[in-house]
Every structure is written in structure tokens, then in C-alpha cells.
């Protein structure tokens, strides 16, 4: 048995619902450590404080509110996506090493925003300077046309070619857009590509409040949607024949989950850069703390996990390191480079290989 053939037709057990306790203790914890650990340690009195509304005085007000609430926000509500978006992804495709990034999604929505950004003659903090709320939502939606159109393609050949020929294909198509990237940098000017390369080095630090006003629904939106899927979901673990047979619209429900799947990549990766592996940690992480495949208790899971691994991650990066800056994808792929190997190791002892 697989890992998504497993039995899913019990409810959530009191284990599980420890679980989903210990995670949301985590995010807490978590959260509140954004809030006071930096170059500039705040009290922890002043962050519980600010946080009920407490004056707490202007220097801790603003390195609050202005600089480390937003990141902390953006942190947590990315890292969910980005966890629900790997295991959908991985349930899609049958494959537990589907990821946004793996699957060069998350190059596609790059690439989106880099289309829009060059035409409109402006990029990264520019385009928003001088568009404001629409240039935001223009953004969001050229990432999310970028990583629909991959994924699309990607459907398409899911069908013809097996689960590691797929991941190469999406691999080497994120490199293609990569490329296309490239050639579209040599039509703006320096500064521009600048600030596009400035925007395109993921962090959770840069996104503004306005910023956080979309991107916050937009995921709520995305994770209700994937919600109303969890019982096509449950299904098509059981095989496309099967759910067909029980009167399940198979290719719509594939087609909704697809992009479902491209709007909370496209999300992300508009407002904070391509996020690597993130989504592939959640889903694996979850999957082994709840041992199910039944998504009434895996989602409520990744999410938590997702958001675990967002402030963890953002937290590390921003630890008043003496010498160096830590990068975000650095932190990342610390963790999600031995998940994958093992993932893949353990796959092979399974097929006996």
C-alpha cells in the first residue's frame, strides 16, 4: 500500500487532534518570536503588549508594526499556501515529490510577473509605486497566468509520461522559463532589472501591508476552495476509474484543483519571490506526523505545518547573525534537499529497486 492508497474513511482521531494542538502551539510560539527576535531585541512585555493594544512606545510601535508584524503575517500565510499547494499538487499527480518549485511552477509564475513588469515599462517596487492597488493585482494575476499555463501543460503530459520523467519535464521547463527571464531583462533598463532582481530573491520581508490585504484573502479564497475538494480529492486517491464510476466529474475536478493549485503558487510567488521546497517539506512533514491520506485531516495539517515552516524558516533568516545574511531558499533547502532524498529512497525500497 502507498502513501495515497492508505485508508481514509475514519474521522480525525484524539491523536490527530493533538497533532493539530502542537502545530498551533508551534505557530503561536513561533509567531511571537518573529515579533521579538532581530537585530534589535524587543521585550517580550512590549510584543504581548503592542499586540493588545498596549502603548508600548514609539520606537518598539514601529519596529513592530512597520517591519516585523507584516513579515510575520507573510510568513505564516505563504508557508500555508505553500504547504496546501504541495499536497495537492501531490495528490494530482501521484507523485510525493511534487512541489511549486520542483514542478518549475514557481518559475512560470516568475515568469508571468516578468512579462507584465517589462511591458509595463517598470518592475518590482516601481510597478506598485506607480499603479498602486492595480498594479498589485496585476502582478498577483500575471503569477497566477504563469503558473496556470505550466501547470495546464504540465496535466497534459501527466498522462503520457511517469512520475519521474514528469518532475524532469517540469524541472527543465522552470529552467525555460528561467531563461525567458533572462531574455526579457535585456529589454528593460539596468535599474529596472535591478529592482526585478531585488523583488525576485524570495523573502518573506518584502511584501507590503497593502501587499498583505491580497494576498492574505487570496489564500483564505484558495484554502476554502481547496476545502470544497476534499471529498474529489479523497476519491481520486482511489483512481480516476473508481471516481468516475461513483458519478465524480473527473476532468472538472482536475481542472478546479489545477487551478486552485496555480492561484496559491501564483499568490506567493508574486508577493515574496520563488519560495523553493517549502510546499514538498510541508506535505511529507504532515504526512508523516498524521500517517493518513484522508485530506479532511491532512489539510488542516499542512496548513498548520506550512505556517510552521514559513516563520521558522523567515525566523532563522532573520537572527542577528554577527557575519553573514542567510537567505530564505538557503534555510529552505537546509531541510528540504534530505527530505527529498529520502523520500526518493524510500519510494525506491518500496518498488524493490
Known amino acids: ?17 493533538c497533532a493539530y494542538a502542537g502545530l498551533g502551539i508551534c505557530v503561536v510560539l513561533l509567531f511571537v518570536a518573529e515579533l521579538s527576535v532581530g537585530a534589535v531585541a524587543v521585550p517580550l512585555k512590549a510584543v504581548l503588549g503592542a499586540l493588545l493594544g498596549q502603548d508600548v512606545g514609539e520606537v518598539w510601535s514601529n519596529i513592530l508594526f512597520d517591519f516585523r508584524l507584516p513579515r510575520a503575517l507573510n510568513a505564516m500565510c505563504s508557508g500555508a499556501s505553500l504547504g496546501a499547494a504541495g499536497l495537492l499538487l501531490q495528490t494530482l499527480f501521484r507523485n510525493p515529490l511534487a512541489d511549486p518549485f520542483v514542478l518549475g511552477i514557481v518559475h512560470s509564475a516568475r515568469l508571468g510577473a516578468a512579462v507584465l513588469v517589462t511591458f509595463a515599462g517598470v518592475s518590482g517596487s516601481a510597478l506598485l509605486v506607480r499603479f498602486g492597488l492595480l498594479g498589485d493585482i496585476g502582478l498577483a494575476l500575471a503569477s497566477v497566468a504563469g503558473s496556470t499555463l505550466l501547470l495546464s501543460l504540465l496535466a497534459v503530459l501527466s498522462s503520457r509520461l511517469n512520475a519521474i520523467t514528469l518532475l524532469i519535464c517540469g524541472l527543465m521547463l522552470g529552467y525555460l522559463a528561467v531563461g525567458l527571464i533572462s531574455v526579457l531583462m535585456h529589454f528593460i533598463d539596468e535599474n529596472q532589472a535591478r529592482a526585478f532582481k531585488a523583488w525576485d530573491d524570495a523573502s518573506f520581508a518584502g511584501a507590503t501591508v497593502d501587499q498583505l490585504r491580497l494576498l492574505i484573502p487570496g489564500v483564505a479564497l ?5 476545502a470544497a475538494l476534499i471529498k474529489p480529492l479523497n476519491a481520486l486517491l482511489l483512481g ?8 465524480m466529474p473527473v476532468q472538472r475536478v482536475r481542472r478546479c484543483a489545477l487551478f486552485v493549485a496555480a492561484w496559491l503558487c501564483g499568490l506567493v510567488t508574486a508577493f515574496c519571490g520563488p519560495v523553493a521546497f517549502l510546499g514538498l517539506v510541508a506535505a511529507q512533514v504532515t504526512r508523516g506526523i498524521f500517517a493518513s491520506a484522508d ?10 505545518t506550512g505556517a510552521v515552516l514559513g516563520l521558522a524558516a523567515d525566523l ?6 554577527s557575519r553573514h545574511v542567510l537567505h530564505l531558499n538557503a534555510v529552505i533547502g537546509l531541510i528540504g534537499a534530505p527530505v527529498a532524498l529520502y523520500v526518493l529512497l524510500r519510494r525506491q525500497r ?4
Open 1 to 17: 500500500m502507498t502513501d495515497f492508497t492508505a485508508e481514509f474513511h475514519h474521522p480525525p482521531t484524539r491523536k490527530s487532534a
Open 222 to 226: 484558495g484554502l476554502l476552495a481547496l
Open 240 to 247: 480516476e476509474r473508481y471516481a468516475a464510476s461513483m458519478g
Open 295 to 304: 485530506h479532511r485531516v491532512l489539510l488542516p495539517g499542512v496548513v498548520l
Open 316 to 321: 532563522v533568516t532573520h537572527l542577528p547573525w
Open 350 to 353: 518500496s518498488m524493490g529497486l
